[in-house]
């Protein structure tokens, strides 16, 4: 049973934007009281980008990525997005969400997607 699914990646030029999908379960959603989006480049460590708390709605994103990127949920939907505007070849990683963690701590979380590919060519 599949409980998260990303989608929304993809090949975009420097200073492109994209949405990012993360498709929850309804058990996934309902029981998680945070999903987070992380990524991970090619010989990096997975790194923390942004995390919602679904049932409060507060939000966080790294200092580093807040002036570009932003969370947001739709509750209808159990979807949470990530919204990636003026994209740089260093934003080049696999982009996973996960549910049910603290913060912006991967190693807390239980509960990951597949992933969606981000390339962002200069």
């Known amino acids: 049973h599949v409980q998260l699914v990303e989608s929304g990646g993809g090949s975009v030029q420097a200073g492109g934007s994209l949405r990012l999908s993360c498709a929850a379960s309804?058990?996934?959603?309902?029981?998680?009281?945070?999903i987070a989006w992380f990524r991970q480049a090619p010989g990096k460590e997975r790194e923390g980008i942004a995390v919602?708390?679904?049932?409060?709605?507060?939000?966080f994103v790294t200092p580093s990525l807040k002036d570009r990127f932003t969370i947001s949920q739709d509750n209808t939907k159990k979807t949470v997005y990530l919204q990636m505007n003026f994209l740089r070849p260093d934003d080049t990683a696999m982009y996973y969400c996960?549910?049910?963690?603290?913060?912006?701590?991967?190693?807390?979380?239980?509960?990951w997607g597949q992933g969606t590919q981000v390339t962002v060519s200069s």
């Open positions: 919602i708390y679904t049932q409060r709605g507060t939000t």
């Open positions: 309804t058990g996934t959603y309902d029981s998680s009281d945070s």
């Open positions: 996960a549910a049910d963690g603290t913060g912006l701590l991967h190693r807390s979380y239980k509960r």
